[in-house]
């Protein structure tokens, strides 16, 4: 089989070298083996032929006179994030016609943060895409935690909800440590209970659910044939949420790491070196060519709004990488959006789906 996907690798991509690299990381992937088990949770997305890139881009440098300069694969996070979607739904069939059960998402949300509506309401379509039942649990700002605490009381009992989601950030007054520590281990999808997260940082334990965006980056690496073993990778940020998890993660799959984050002296001169840098800090076009090694794989976590009078709401979302000046230099780069947005969201259902299927007894 992994003969069959070499040969069609090198038809699509003459440069043998990636190639080689690319089956060998991903024959790896596949092997979901038992002591050394590299990978954390079954690969949703196991045995299928992934799509190597995306698309490739004959993008223009800023100035429109100049000839197409691009080489950089862009990483295609969205139509990604749809085979994955689809292949959770297609599971999600199978489970209903099976037992006459879906598996539940219970979101709560607390106040009107406009980006937090908007990333609910993408949460909740892609649950009915999926065929995942999905219900919101809404709080206003000024809520007392005890509401929130019952509310989330309730889903951990209910055996129709096997994943729960508390939307962040929180209002200032409410303990965000506090709550997410109540969220069922069983049902932390979002992977953000010190006990999950706990077991993802220590060697030969497997947390129960890997967080939703540092899974959905790796999966792109995966996807994209990006060998991770041995490479210098560069994790931007250190949140618990986003840059803390990529950068276990990374080293997980055997990447040298290295974190960097606002103390950093001379970042640019620590992500140049770097074969893969993952940045999640939040500072819009923060990562220029100088900050880049030639042939770097770039994936850009970073959401930033920034106001665009001409854009559809007054704002745009630019990532943390200057794409323009990245497209020039590395080998592959996430858009933003269409990067890592989507595969967030995706991984949320595959690790819906997979409580889904322990809760019930399913292997
Ligand atoms: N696409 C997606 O699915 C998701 C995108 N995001 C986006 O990712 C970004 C990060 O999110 P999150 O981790 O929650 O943000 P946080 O604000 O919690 O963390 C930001 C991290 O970046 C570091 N940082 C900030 N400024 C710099 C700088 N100038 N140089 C180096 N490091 C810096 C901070 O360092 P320090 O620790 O020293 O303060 C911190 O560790 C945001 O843009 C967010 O919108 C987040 C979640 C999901
Ligand atoms: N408990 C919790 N879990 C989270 O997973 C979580 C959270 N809190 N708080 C906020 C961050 C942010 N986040 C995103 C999800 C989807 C997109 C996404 O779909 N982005 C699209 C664009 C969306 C748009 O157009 O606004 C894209 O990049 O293409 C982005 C960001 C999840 N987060
Ligand atoms: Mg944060």
Known sequence: MYRKILMRMRMMNPTRKVVVGWAKEYKRYLSTTTTNQILLSPPLVSVDLPEIWGSTSTLYHHHPSQSPVSHAKIINGKSIAEEITSR??????????????????????????????????????????????????????????????????????????????????????????????????????????????????????????????????????????????????????????????IALLLQRHHATVTTVHACTKNPEHITCEADIVVSAAGVPNMIRSSWLKPGAVVIDVGTCPVEDPSAEYGYRLVGDVCYEEALRIASAVTPVPGGVGPMTIAMLLCNTLESAKRLYGFT
Request: hydrophobic letters at 40%; proline letters at 6%.
């Open 88 to 245: 959770v739904a297609s599971k999600v069939k199978w489970m209903k016609e099976s037992i006459g059960k879906v598996p539940g998402l219970a979101v709560i949300l607390v106040g009107q943060r406009r980006d937090s509506l908007t990333y609910v309401r993408n949460k909740i379509k892609a649950c009915d895409e999926a065929g995942i039942k999905s219900v919101v649990a809404e709080f206003p700002d000024t809520c007392a935690e005890e509401d929130i605490m019952t509310s989330l009381s309730k889903f951990n009992e209910d055996p129709s909800v096997h994943g729960i989601l508390l939307q962040l950030p929180l209002p200032e007054h409410l303990d965000e440590e506090k709550i997410l520590n109540l969220v069922s281990l069983e049902k932390d999808v979002d992977g953000f209970h010190p006990i999950n997260m706990g077991n993802l940082s220590m060697r030969g334990r497997e947390p129960l659910f890997v967080p939703c965006t540092p899974k959905g980056c790796l999966e792109l690496l995966l996807r994209s044939g990006v060998g991770i073993v041995g490479k210098k990778a560069v994790v931007i940020g250190r949140s618990n949420i986003v840059g803390l998890p």
